[in-house]
């Protein structure tokens, strides 16, 4: 795994390693870098990280609890596929708790918080309009951790991120078709005006709206995704 080498240079030593080597596979997993099927030898990873066993089993372990991978006992690991079940229970996740937020944000506009956040949808803009896909990406989520931040909840987007692998994989599917960033940044424009305008019923409105299209979707991209899925 020769992008291990970027972990190795940008290692926090500092930190403890199997968080960092956990965090390293989830991103690859999440983007599709390492896709449903692929096989990750422990005994490789070992070796690419320049790690003992420890952190690597233990990052594994994690991403198990994540369902992100499938540990075969004395034989190999493996990356999960898409379970559409566990992506609408992550939906629902995200969905109720970001319907409080913004309703908790507009309840009493925030003009440091709007701006934040409308920095965030220019930035994107920008990356679209370049097809930096990856970093628009990055940018969607930094979007909505800002509202969970703006509404003094940071906690509640670290337990969305915690159930997210299976939708996330699926939207990294569903963003490059045509249209889809600009119905994203048109999403996230109206949310954000709703929070200013101090609307919360049009901002919730706009959240559920916003976090429903992918899993619409779905058979449509496990049609053409069909070796990624299972449900």
């Not at 049009?202 to 429903?212: G, K, N, P, Y």
Request: some cysteine.
């Amino acid at each position: 795994m020769d992008t291990a080498l970027n972990l190795v240079r940008s290692r926090d030593r500092s930190r403890h390693a199997a968080p960092q080597v956990f965090e390293f596979l989830k991103e690859r997993i999440v983007s599709l870098e390492l896709k449903p099927g692929a096989v990750l030898s422990r005994a490789e990873l070992q070796e690419s990280f320049g790690l003992s066993s420890t952190p690597v089993r233990d990052a594994l372990l994690k991403l198990q609890e994540e369902d992100l991978v499938e540990i075969f006992p004395q034989h190999a690991t493996v990356v999960s596929p898409i379970d559409l079940a566990q992506a609408r229970h992550a939906q629902f996740l995200r969905r109720s708790i970001e319907l409080e937020v913004v309703h908790t944000l507009a309840l009493a506009p925030d003009a440091d918080i709007v701006r934040r956040l409308r920095e965030l949808i220019d930035e994107q803009r920008r990356l679209a309009r370049i097809n930096d896909l990856a970093r628009f990406n990055s940018l969607d989520l930094d979007f909505h951790r800002a509202l969970c931040e703006g509404a003094g909840v940071p906690d509640l987007w670290s337990l969305v991120r915690r159930h997210s692998g299976h939708i996330d994989r699926l939207r990294r599917l569903h963003l490059p078709v045509k249209g889809k960033a600009k119905q994203i940044l048109e999403d996230h424009i109206s949310i954000v005006d709703a929070i200013a305008a101090g609307e919360p019923a049009q901002a919730q409105d706009h959240v559920r709206d916003h976090l429903s299209k992918s899993l619409a979707f779905s058979s449509e991209i496990s049609g053409r995704f069909p070796d990624y899925f299972r449900d």
